[in-house]
């Protein structure tokens, strides 16, 4: 026979979902807090964010190109390391903290360890953390034109009040995306409703949190005091978005469980034992070095060895 | 304990009403007939005719080597051409009996009984072992081996697999609307070797219809019911059938008998009907044709040795030229180099399709998603699994339960990354089963 046909392994279909649809799931997702955060901060912030972009896409491509390896930034993650970069940063950060962070990201954290997928702390994790060390004082001033003064979970820990219903809203003082609650549960809504994403992580990283503030703030079961601490720094954010990140969480279900609860209790102990108000970034990129611990000890059991349940 | 699912699975596109609702129709052979002598699990049949032979429709052509093996037929009259190498759909080139067509259809005479209590139960394995029948689901293990388990009283189910689980399949289905009887009476047939066994025929709930016929006709029948199974691929893996039907778990060093079960295709029930109550060797089978590149897509009775050209010719030919073609369903089947080969006892299908969705996807870095993980019916990891096998990691695959999957495609068909994740485990697999072998 003069044409043949095409040969390959089983399965011969494959289903629609690829990396770039995932990835673009991702951003959407984002958009609800993004808009909010440019609405809430003003200009600057929708500057700060197209910057941020730009430094994570335009790292990838330089490191690739000078690497000479296949040009990847068609898979969008790039783009969603600098959007979730970018609203991990202060609303009024100099534009150059994102370029700076944006290649931080990408070519410390993700290329040098072989790209995406080979990386073991989430990148836009550890961008923040390299530049909160490096530029305290510009990482932590949250003062901008619409707040002054400190975060909400800062004056709790000073001992002030704080107005809950703002902050599930999103009006109060923080990075540019954490501030509303009500923007991220919407993407992260949409993130579960198409399948990306699933509750394994968040949920028991949420009611992990909330068990240990109950038995170590010295607050009870004060349930303003809770609403504030889960709607305040970022924990939102960190638990639908960060901690999610597929690379740097378990790939084993009860590995995503037991992760899940060892970033409550880290955030736990970060937030009320710590010098910082805040601690979820710490928490998830401490979190992210025990994978494959938490991998090895809860690798599953195959189908006809008990796994047939689970 | 049934729990008609089990955890994992996919929901892929079915394709099945594209042949649905085509009766099954008879097709004779054209041209030549190849038989491979090695169509079943086992070793190879052993040719008993030589070249210039006349031989008759149903006389024997080759003949079992050995307990795990089975005999092959002539499913037509005419003359043995030779013995010659042939492409298979599996892709290797096989010794196959060449027979020319006399076109005559001269046929042997067969034994037939009337009641099924007139033979006793070795007699019956006899026929069914005589008349060649082997899984006709796909792997082709030899039916009577199957139907002989150590300890036949510790059978307590025997499963007729009706899933057809397969995206585009619907040849089973067919043959449950149509020839309903003869299951009923084929499944009787294996239960009379079983004396503490219930008969389950296990039909995936989108075959509302099979359901209800099913259950009318065995309403009478205290031995035997109906379980309407989730409709999910690969409900009709044998592990996850019987799980699905009995609530017990198989892993790969175990045999259905260890969980009381024995499990039967559709077609394979068919044909031990065939051969325990007619005296009629196993000569033909159901092949759906079908694909978005067939003009009419059709379900053919097809005899044995029939090339699959002949059944494009038969279903209207192309609509629009295929870019794959695949023996068997899209999951688990084969693909084709071209169209020159026989149709085997194993053949359930052809699928032409226009567009090869697996040289349409580029294969990307993993990014870790556990897509995988959910799919996976064996409950492994295939991600990891395929990373070990493409470093050759034989030790690393085997100690994370490399040897438990059953190649059902999931992980490849729903990774974002498009890796060849079925692909590469598959291949570790075969080369641990040849190491284990060397020891």
Redesign the interface.
């Known amino acids: 026979?003069s044409n043949?046909?095409?040969?390959?392994?089983?399965?011969?279909?494959?289903?629609k979902?690829?990396?770039s649809?995932?990835m673009s799931a991702v951003v959407i997702a984002l958009l609800p807090a993004t808009c909010f955060g440019i609405y809430n901060f003003g200009l600057h912030a929708l500057l700060l964010i197209l910057v941020t972009v730009a430094s994570t896409v335009l790292s990838e491509l330089i490191y690739e190109k000078a690497m000479k390896q296949k040009v990847?930034i068609k898979?969008l993650?790039a783009v969603v390391t600098g959007l979730l970069l970018a609203l991990n940063l202060p609303p009024k950060a100099p534009l150059w903290i994102g370029v700076i962070g944006g290649a931080f990201a990408i070519i410390v954290v993700k290329m040098l360890f072989g790209?995406?997928?080979?990386n073991f702390m989430n990148p836009a994790l550890g961008a923040r953390c390299f530049l909160l060390i490096s530029f305290t004082s510009i990482m932590t001033n949250f003062d901008c034109d619409a707040y002054t003064g400190a975060t909400p979970l800062a004056s709790i820990k000073m001992g002030e009040s704080v107005n809950v219903l703002n902050m599930v809203i999103g009006k109060t003082a923080g990075t540019i995306g954490e501030t509303s609650v009500i923007a991220i549960i919407i993407g992260a809504c949409f993130l579960i409703m198409v399948g990306a994403i699933d509750l394994r992580v968040p949920g028991s990283y949420i009611v992990t949190f909330v068990v240990f503030l109950i038995l170590f703030s010295g607050h009870g079961l004060d349930g303003s005091y809770i609403s504030a601490e889960l709607s305040g720094g970022g924990l939102m954010l960190g638990a639908f978005f960060m901690a999610t990140d597929?690379?740097t969480?378990p790939?084993?279900?009860n590995g995503q469980y037991l992760f899940g609860i060892l970033l409550g209790i880290l955030t736990g102990i970060f937030r009320i034992f710590g010098a910082s108000a805040e601690g979820v970034s710490y928490a998830i990129i401490i979190g992210n070095l025990l994978v494959p611990l938490i991998e090895k000890i809860t690798?599953?059991?195959?189908?006809?060895?008990g796994?047939?349940?689970? | 304990m049934a729990k008609f699912t089990?955890?994992g699975g996919?929901h892929?596109?079915d394709g099945k009403d594209l042949s649905k609702d085509k009766p099954i129709k008879e097709i004779l052979p054209k041209g030549d007939l190849y038989y491979p002598l090695s169509q079943h699990i086992g070793a190879p049949a052993t040719a008993i005719v030589a070249k210039g032979d006349h031989v008759l429709t149903g006389q024997k052509i080759a003949d079992a080597t050995g307990f795990v093996s089975a005999p092959i037929y002539a499913t037509v009259s005419g003359t043995v051409k030779g013995i010659e190498p042939h492409r298979i759909a599996v892709?290797d080139t096989v010794n196959c009996i060449v027979i020319q067509n006399d076109g005559l259809y001269e046929e042997v005479n067969y034994e037939a009984i009337e009641n099924l209590s007139d033979i006793s139960k070795e007699e019956i394995l006899n026929r069914i072992r005589e008349a060649g029948v082997v899984g006709m689901g796909g792997a082709g293990f030899p039916t009577h081996v199957k139907l002989s388990p150590k300890e036949p009283d510790k059978i307590e189910y025997v499963i007729v697999n009706c899933a057809e689980c397969e995206?585009y399949l619907t040849s089973d289905y067919r043959r449950m609307l149509e020839e309903p009887e003869k299951l009923i009476q084929g499944l009787k047939a294996s239960l009379r070797l079983f004396d503490n066994a219930k008969g389950v025929l296990a039909v995936e709930d989108n075959k509302p219809d099979c359901i209800a016929l099913l259950k009318k006709l065995t309403k009478e029948e205290p031995d035997i019911s109906v379980a309407a199974l989730k409709t999910k691929y690969p409900q009709g893996s044998e592990?996850?059938l019987i799980?699905a039907v009995t609530g017990r778990?198989?892993?790969?060093t175990?045999l259905p008998a260890d969980a009381g079960c024995v499990v039967n295709n559709v077609d394979t029930v068919v044909a031990i009907y065939n051969a325990v109550m007619l005296g009629r060797p196993l000569m033909q089978r159901i092949v759906t044709v079908t694909g978005d590149a067939i003009n009419d897509p059709r379900n053919f009775a097809v005899r044995v040795g029939t090339i699959y050209e002949e059944l494009i010719e038969e279903a209207g030919g192309f609509k629009t030229e295929?870019?794959?073609?695949?023996s068997g369903g899209?999951?688990?089947?084969?693909?084709?180099?071209?169209?020159?080969v026989p149709v085997t006892k194993t053949s359930s299908a052809l699928?032409c399709?226009t567009k090869?969705?697996?040289?349409?996807?580029e294969p990307?870095?993993?990014?870790?998603?556990?897509?995988c993980?959910e799919a996976c019916?064996?409950?492994?990891?295939p991600?990891?699994l395929a990373d070990y096998a493409e470093h050759g990691d034989m030790e690393q695959f085997e100690a994370?339960?490399g040897m438990?999957c059953c190649?059902c495609?999931?992980c490849?068909?729903?990774?974002?990354?498009?890796r060849?994740l079925?692909?590469s485990i598959?291949s570790m697999r075969k080369m641990v089963l040849a190491e284990r072998k060397k020891k």
């Not at chain 2, 295929?322 to 695949?326: A, C, D, L, R, T």
């Not at chain 2, 899209?330 to 020159?340: H, I, K, R, S």
């Open positions: 026979m043949l046909m095409k040969v390959s392994s089983n399965p011969h279909i494959r289903s979902v690829t990396t649809s995932i990847t898979d993650s790209g995406l997928g080979q597929y690379v969480r790939i084993t279900k690798y599953p059991k195959a189908f006809g060895k796994g047939e349940r689970a | 089990f955890v996919i892929p596109y892709g995206p592990r996850q799980y778990a198989i892993n790969s175990m295929p870019e794959k073609i695949v899209p999951m688990m089947g084969f693909a084709l180099f071209d169209t020159n699928l399709m090869d969705e697996v040289a349409a996807y990307s870095a993993c990014i870790n998603c556990g897509m993980v019916p064996g409950r492994i990891i991600s990891r994370h339960n438990e190649e495609g999931c490849s068909f729903v990774c974002p990354a498009k060849q079925t692909q598959k």
